[in-house]
Every structure is written in structure tokens, then in C-alpha cells.
């Protein structure tokens, strides 16, 4: 029996994973990373945020353009847009994956929401620097 | 599924309790916040498109079904961001004992509650001016 234990891999893998190759796709630092790189970056960007909005409420767009005039509410606002929309791409990931079973639907429902994801960080975007440059 | 693996026990055989509501809770906001972004982008989006979309979308966030749906992406926002601030505290290793994670989850839960009474009550007070 002893001889058994000894021969067994040490490591939390499987023999036929080692063999297979099958494991980490050293990616998964990169996702964790990314998750709090954003979330640091929004607690002040979501404060300046939450703050501007309570100024705004009723605004008209003029109100809106000479907001964005100000080239540091603009930078704000992308940034904001940005690491919100990056930081929800990671966390529907991670649901997608302990959710949907079977690797199909699993990658197609992973690629839709990335692409969605990307549409809505270049809507916001654009509608920013629209404000930006906009004549008021 | 028809693999014959022994599975974890299912969510409901277990006990609820404080650290395990507030997890599900970080998820159900972080999922709830979808809408959140697009409200953020549509905010942006509509002032772009012109000033009566604008209009539009304001006064949408002013009737009832947009402040049900504003109030309810607030306090979702606001829990997750406090409870995100506590897992950014894990991160780097403190607070893990049983009684720093109750305590920090009580703390959550009234920094959430603090956080959404006074931003609702600025809000309020300045819309009626």
C-alpha cells in the first residue's frame, strides 16, 4: 500500500489530467488581476460619479455639454465607463461559467456578452467625446 | 450530466447565515448591475443623440418605473461597491477571522443602507427645487 500512495501524484491533478496536459491556461491571473485593478479604480470614480449625478438631476443636454467641457469630467467619465464595463465583462464570465453547462452554449454565451460588452463601452465612449466636442 | 461523480451538497440543504446571504448578495447585485450599466450608457448615450432624446431619458428616470428601477441600481450598486471595498480588504489577507467577517459584513449592510438614505435624500430634496 505504501508503494501505491508513494506512486500517486502529489499534486491536485488527476494522472489522466497530467497526461492529457489538461489545467491551468495561466490566464486566470490576468482575470483576478484586472477584476481589482477596476474595482480599485472605481470607488473614487463611482464617489465623483455619484456626486455629479446628484448635481444634474433635471439637467437639459446644455447642462450635460458643459459638463463634458471640462476635459477632467470627460477623462472621468471614460475611465468610469470603462472600468465599469470591463469589470461587469469579468464578473459575467465567471457566472456564465458556473451556470451554463456544456461547453457550447458555455463559449457562445461568453462571446455575446464580451461583444455586448464592447458595444456598450464604444456607445458610452463615443457619446462622451460627442459631449466633449459638442458646440454649446 | 449523467456522469455518476458524487456532487457538493445543493444550496438549499444548508443553514442560511450572515457570510453566505452576503456572498450571494455580491453576486445578485454584481448581476442586477447590468442594468445599471445600461442605464450609465444610456444616460450618456441619449445626451449625445441630441437634446429632446435627452429630454426623453430624463424624464423617464423621473417617473415612477425609472425611480423603482434608479433606486434599485443604487442600492445594489452601493452594497456591492461597500462589500467590494471588504473583499479588496481580504485580498490582502486581514480580516479573515470569523468575527472580523461578521463584523465587516454588519458594517456592509449599514454603510449600504447609510449610503443609499443620504444620496436619496440629497436627491430628493434637490429635485424638488
Known amino acids: 500500500m505504501a508503494t501505491t500512495t508513494r506512486m500517486q501524484s502529489p499534486r491536485m491533478q488527476s494522472p489522466l489530467g497530467r497526461v492529457l496536459g489538461l489545467g491551468s491556461a495561466k490566464e486566470g491571473l490576468q482575470h483576478w488581476w484586472m477584476q481589482r485593478l477596476t474595482a480599485i479604480a472605481m470607488v473614487p470614480l463611482a464617489i465623483w460619479f455619484t456626486i455629479a449625478a446628484l448635481g444634474l438631476i433635471g439637467a437639459d443636454r446644455a447642462a450635460m455639454v458643459a459638463w463634458m467641457h471640462n476635459w477632467a469630467a470627460a477623462v472621468f467619465a471614460i475611465l468610469l465607463i470603462v472600468a465599469a464595463i470591463y469589470h461587469l465583462a469579468l464578473g459575467l464570465q465567471v457566472v456564465i461559467e458556473d451556470y451554463v453547462h456544456g461547453e457550447a452554449w458555455k463559449l457562445g454565451l461568453i462571446i455575446v456578452m464580451r461583444l455586448w460588452c464592447i458595444v456598450l463601452v464604444g456607445r458610452g465612449v463615443l457619446a462622451v467625446l460627442t459631449l466633449a466636442f459638442a458646440a454649446s | ?129
Not at chain 2, 37 to 60: E, K, N, T
Request: aromatic share 14%.
Open chain 2, 1 to 129: 450530466m449523467s456522469d455518476p461523480r458524487p456532487l457538493s451538497p445543493h444550496l438549499q440543504i444548508y443553514r442560511w447565515q450572515l457570510t453566505s446571504v452576503l456572498s450571494i448578495l455580491h453576486r445578485a447585485t454584481g448581476i442586477a448591475l447590468v442594468v445599471g450599466a445600461i442605464m450609465l450608457v444610456s444616460w450618456f448615450g441619449s445626451a449625445a443623440d441630441g437634446a429632446a432624446p435627452f429630454a426623453a431619458f430624463q424624464g423617464f428616470l423621473g417617473s415612477p418605473v425609472g425611480l423603482i428601477v434608479l433606486f434599485g441600481c443604487s442600492v445594489a450598486f452601493f452594497y456591492h461597491l461597500c462589500n467590494g471595498v471588504r473583499h479588496l480588504w481580504w485580498d490582502t489577507g486581514r480580516g479573515l477571522e470569523l468575527k472580523s467577517v461578521y463584523a465587516s459584513g454588519y458594517a456592509v449592510l449599514v454603510a449600504t443602507v447609510a449610503l443609499t438614505v443620504i444620496v436619496w435624500g440629497v436627491g430628493l430634496s434637490r429635485w424638488g427645487h
